[in-house]
């Protein structure tokens, strides 16, 4: 959790600092209550703090913007953090919608992948692969459709052939069994 927290925080200076530049000159008194929405803030794990822990990431948060900003640093101690009205009390957990797991998964956009998606499929056309050739689309066996986004030109014929699509740093990439070729492709259903 806590290296969760120290990524979040530093994400969050980082927005504060794009937003609250002339803020952060003027006045130092800075507050993550109000950088944040209640859920975000609760789901971040803040609202479990002491008060002493909050006025502390505070005054931290606001030395950092002065001094990022380039303004002299507060004189001496923080200020004292503003009354605030108790946090809000927890809202309840909604469940999100529930996707689609494991190979159903791969390669769908636009949700976020499930952790259990993998990195690779194994499959056959379903049909006759006619090589590769840009906008070109591939019905799998398993039900997925993708479309080549490369600009690879292969010809060859070759009924129901197994493919493999891994998924790279820049996309997904096809290739099928018995040819050194592969071309980027992109799910379309």
């Known amino acids: 959790m806590k290296p969760f927290l120290s990524l979040l925080l530093a994400g969050l200076c980082l927005m504060a600092i794009a937003s609250t530049s002339a803020v952060a000159r003027t006045a130092p008194d800075v507050d993550m209550r109000d950088l944040m929405t209640a859920h975000d803030f609760q789901r971040a794990g803040l609202d479990k703090l002491t008060p002493q822990q909050l006025a502390a990431l505070n005054a ?18 923080a200020p004292a953090p503003k009354a605030r009205p ?15 797991g494991g190979v159903a998964a ?23 692969f006619n090589g590769f050739h840009s906008g070109a689309i591939f019905k799998l066996e398993n039900g997925q459709v993708w479309k080549e986004t ?7 014929r070759r009924d129901q052939p197994k493919v493999y699509i891994k998924k790279s740093w820049s996309g997904y990439l096809m ?15």
């Open 60 to 77: 931290w948060l606001a030395h950092y913007l002065e001094t990022r900003n380039g303004a002299a640093p507060a004189a001496a101690a």
């Open 86 to 100: 108790a946090a809000p009390a927890p809202v309840a957990a909604v469940p999100a919608p529930a996707s689609p």
């Open 150 to 156: 490369d600009s690879v030109d292969f010809d060859t």
């Open 106 to 128: 791969f390669g769908a956009p636009p949700a976020p992948q499930p952790v259990d998606t993998p990195d690779h499929i194994e499959s056959r056309i379903a049909g006759t």
């Open 175 to 189: 290739r099928v069994e018995g040819y050194g070729k592969q071309a980027f492709v992109q799910r379309i259903k």
